[in-house]
């Protein structure tokens, strides 16, 4: 071995140890994977890997995403390795109350992690919507030799990223993009958590790949720092397929009696065999946590690198800004996150009079304002732009160039390219979600995407991280209720809404007409701390006279007074939201020419409405009136949550049916007059 050569090992060692220990010290989490992936690790951030710890927000760092997010202490070391604001006490308070360090890296949590991973499968898919937004940004903002936007996406994935259907998803998308800048090293160790892969999992990973277009290197042997070198150089060349690098490795690496069994995978080694692994390796047993002087100042050269590296790129960018003053200001604006001026000065407004509308149909209009208005709006629906109304007419696909055009449906009008901003994520929800999730972690994109309300069960997995990472992504489901009619139980959402109002810091909207439908898309591009689900009908609504009505703005507070019959106590009030608020009406205005009382509210969104102060809360639902009735196509149970006990809801019991959409408001009694018979019982 030359002197280089020791020296790496003893680096990788130490990576490898710090691990170890970082685990045994907490007593809990996966040593094995970050033995075993030690030297792609190492290699990775010390030769390939452009990023400058000290400034974790540089816009062209390259991003790097550990999919198995199980392996955390792997990414806690390398960080505070490499110098980032990550110190050893934040490795030995690994998976305690409020580290930097939990059991799964979290990214608010320390500087350097770009991604909340821990759910398999999700970090592969993301880190494709990353490279999804690396490619568009940089067909928008590059120039000739200005490379504004040029940095990879790493990924480290493990044997579950890869059988989670989600990757397999997202992958197969990514080379039909042909993504060159996506780079994922896969952990072929052959081993998952509760067993060989040989129970389960026997796929053959790079002609899989190689079959959805995809640029595959093997490497035998996962501890060759040369031969993972120069199969991230042939990664980096290839600039118009995604690359997989397969690289065989050993679980607990090292450890005489748990390496390559999955004893090694999700329990600390124990002290016995922790120490035998590092007598195994050379490596002294006291003290834990050993790191050498040289092998630190060895990493904490990044710190170097990475000022070098943002230095050049700002110098290289201010010349740009010189040359494209516009084009720089936007940049900078864009990856702020900062909306443009006069954004909403073109929403359309529906006034009193307006022909019906579905909700879907007026979205598809205010799209296209916002298109104009929002260059970062970027997004795209399930296969299902038809239907949805999601596209963005005039600004292109976002596709592979030099497809061939001809024969190709769903063009939209407008670039072909990578500069279009039509994402077509084929039928594949669950990738959708987690690209889009990709592109809002990336930066400089408002991410949407789109499909039937039924198949948001499909996207849970990634809404409930990307409400996790409180980023900015807008999810629009159509098809809300079972007033979609004829496609029957299987296309009815019914517990869906509730599904998705359970979800902490999720804002689901679901707008009654066409003026609600406005407010809930400009509540949605303002939300910059979580996603907004925007749920909108397929049949046509009324459009709602707000002369005679309050006004629509009412949405922003989440709930608000529609109508009542009187000033006086309401004797009953009426809760409706989406397609059921004017069913909710209709009702009111019955029981008020019985000379009752009434109140009806919209309450269009949940989480809105509850982030009133209480003054307003028990202004629009007076604590004291205990009749209440909310009306929802959708399941019954949590309307308690402002019906309380005495309350009744008109809703469904069981799942839809296959019908014309007014023929099953009657069979499944959500109609006002049901609502009037309830109303007098309560009355009474
Ligand atoms: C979606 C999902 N399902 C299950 C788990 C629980 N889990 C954690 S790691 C793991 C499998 C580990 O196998 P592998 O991905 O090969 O990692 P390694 O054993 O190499 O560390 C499982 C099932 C999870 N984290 N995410």
Redesign the pocket.
């Known amino acids: 071995m030359t002197d280089e050569e020791i020296f790496d090992e003893k680096c990788i060692n130490t990576v490898r140890f710090l691990s170890a220990d970082t685990v045994e010290k907490a007593n809990s989490g996966?040593p094995?994977?970050p033995m075993g992936a030690a030297a792609m690790a190492y290699v990775l951030f010390v030769r390939h890997l452009k990023y400058n710890p000290a400034n974790p927000y540089w816009v062209n760092r390259d991003r790097f995403v550990l999919s198995?997010g199980?392996?955390s202490a792997l990414l806690y070391v390398l960080l505070h390795l490499t110098g980032y604001d990550l110190t050893f006490s934040d490795l030995q308070s690994f998976r305690q109350w409020g580290s930097k360090t939990p059991g799964h890296p979290e990214r608010h949590c320390a500087p350097g992690v770009e991604i909340t991973t821990?759910?398999?499968?999700q970090g592969i898919s993301s880190a494709v919507g990353m490279a999804v937004a690396e490619t568009h940004l940089a067909a928008r903002f590059n120039r000739p030799d200005y490379g504004i936007v040029d940095h990879f996406t790493y990924v480290m994935a493990?044997?579950?990223?890869l059988m989670?259907g989600v990757a397999f998803e997202a992958c197969a998308l990514a080379g039909h993009l042909g993504l060159g800048r996506l780079i994922v090293l896969y952990?072929d160790?052959r081993?998952?958590?509760a067993g060989s892969t040989s129970l389960t999992f026997t796929d053959d990973v790079g002609k899989r790949f190689e079959a959805c277009g995809w640029h595959v290197e093997y490497v035998e042997d996962g501890n060759n720092v040369n031969l993972i070198d120069t199969a991230i150089r042939k990664a980096k060349i290839e600039s118009t397929r995604p690359s997989i690098i397969c690289i065989r490795t050993i679980?607990g690496y090292g450890a005489p009696h748990k390496q390559g069994t999955s004893e090694a995978?999700?329990s600390p080694l124990g002290p016995e065999e922790l120490q035998a692994a590092k007598r195994n390796l050379g490596w002294p047993t006291e003290p834990a946590f050993f790191i050498t002087d040289d092998v630190l100042a060895h990493f904490r050269k990044a710190l170097t690198h990475g000022r070098t590296w943002e230095d050049e790129w700002q110098q290289a960018f201010s010349r740009y800004a010189g040359t494209w003053p516009d084009l720089a200001t936007e940049f900078d604006r864009i990856m702020r996150g900062d909306l443009p001026e006069g954004w909403e000065s073109a929403l359309p407004g529906y006034p009193d009079g307006s022909k019906d509308i579905a909700t879907r149909k007026v979205s598809e209009a205010v799209m296209q304002t916002l298109a104009h208005k929002i260059p970062e709006l970027l997004g795209g629906s399930a296969d299902l732009n038809p239907s949805t109304f999601t596209w963005l007419k005039g600004f292109g696909d976002f596709q592979r160039p030099g497809l061939p055009e001809e024969g190709i449906q769903g063009k939209v009008g407008g670039e072909w390219g990578y500069g279009g901003r039509n994402v077509h994520f084929g039928v594949r929800e669950h990738a959708m979600a987690a690209i889009a999730a990709g592109m809002a972690l990336h930066g400089g994109i408002i991410p949407y995407t789109a499909t039937f309300l039924t198949f948001s069960d499909y996207m849970r997995p990634t809404i409930r991280l990307t409400a996790m990472m409180g980023i900015r992504v807008i999810y629009v489901f159509t098809h809300d209720s079972i007033g979609l009619g004829e496609d029957g139980p299987t296309h009815q959402p019914i517990e869906h809404l509730m599904n998705l109002r359970a979800v902490p810091n999720l804002t689901v909207i679901r707008p009654a007409d066409a003026n609600e439908t406005v407010a809930a898309w400009r509540v949605a591009i303002l939300n910059q701390n979580g996603p907004t689900a925007l749920i909108f009908s397929r049949q046509n609504l009324p459009v709602l006279n707000r002369i005679e009505l309050s006004p629509a703005n009412g949405l922003y507070r989440g709930g608000y007074i529609l109508w009542e019959s009187s000033g006086d106590r309401p004797d009953v009030i009426l809760i409706g939201t989406g397609s059921e608020l004017q069913i909710a009406l209709k009702a009111g205005r019955k029981i008020a020419a019985e000379g009752f009382s009434v109140r009806v509210i919209s309450l269009p969104s949940w989480e809105l409405f509850d982030r009133q102060p209480v003054d307003y809360r028990e202004y629009v639902l007076p604590l004291d009136v205990r009749a209440r009735i909310a009306v929802e196509a959708g399941i019954k149970l949590g309307w308690e949550h402002y019906i309380g006990l005495d309350g009744r809801v008109v809703g469904m019991d069981g799942f839809g049916a296959s019908a014309p959409s007014p023929l099953l408001y009657e069979k499944f009694g959500i109609t006002a007059e049901q609502i009037v018979r309830l109303a007098r019982e309560m009355v009474k």
Do not use: Q, T, W, Y
């Open positions: 996966h094995g994977m198995a199980h392996a821990g759910p398999l499968g493990s044997d579950g990223d989670e952990d160790n081993v998952s958590l679980i995978h999700g």
